[in-house]
């Protein structure tokens, strides 16, 4: 939490020397996952509600394209079971997420609010992992990285001279296999993050 501040604190300076709009955002989000292996013996098991939040830096590029990224903490959900029921898996994992998109604005739609469409990619460097239940052992090392593609849709409202609030959605879903190595009889076992997320916050 203390590297995650102080790469919070170095954001905002840089922001501050590249005039650049700086914002924090909170996201409630449903994190889930897509499993498979070569046997299909396994399948994903649920979703769960958790929460992220994290600094955002917007930088114009033209009237209606904003360059976007940040520093987010990401928290997800790894979870499996075989096809009879017999095992199954929950695995907690935290990233630090550093977005890399692109906002396209609309004209105004009502005085001061504006729509967005978000497409682009991250980099998320894994900074903890835990199992839910001490007795798992089927994964026995995690992929330290992700690389999410990224959509998203929204609107920006003006709320004041240097204060903006947003309020929108994303689907980000991840290309890499989280799982660097597990035990039989998943040795071959392919787990991929799938978030859902409702992005509120305010720039300013």
Do not use: H
């Not at 980099?123 to 593609?149: A, G, Q, R, W, Y």
Request: glycine letters at 8%; charged letters at 20%.
């Amino acid at each position: 939490m203390k590297k995650f501040l102080f790469l919070l604190i170095v954001l905002s300076a840089f922001g501050s020397q590249a005039q650049i709009k700086l914002g924090l955002k909170l996201a409630p989000v449903i994190a889930a996952n897509r499993a498979k292996n070569d046997a299909q013996t396994v399948e994903n098991d649920g979703s769960k509600m958790k929460f992220s939040i994290g600094l955002i830096a917007d930088k114009t590029l033209s009237d209606t394209y904003f360059l976007s990224s940040g520093l987010v903490y990401l928290p997800k959900r790894v979870a499996f079971r075989d096809v009879t029921g017999t095992i199954e898996e929950e695995y907690k994992l935290q990233y630090l997420q550093i977005p890399a998109t692109l906002k396209l604005f609309t004209n105004e739609i009502a005085p001061d609010l504006k729509g967005y469409l978000q497409i682009g990619s991250a980099l998320e460097i894994m900074v903890f992992n835990e199992e839910e239940d001490p007795s798992f052992t089927t994964i026995e090392k995690f992929t330290p990285i992700d690389i999410p593609v990224i959509l998203g849709a929204g609107v920006e409202f003006r709320a004041g001279i240097n204060t903006t609030i947003f309020g929108g959605f994303s689907y980000q879903r991840g290309l890499v296999n989280v799982v660097n190595s597990a035990e039989a009889p998943f040795g071959d076992l392919q787990l991929r993050n799938t978030i859902f997320s409702i992005d509120l916050g305010v720039k300013f």
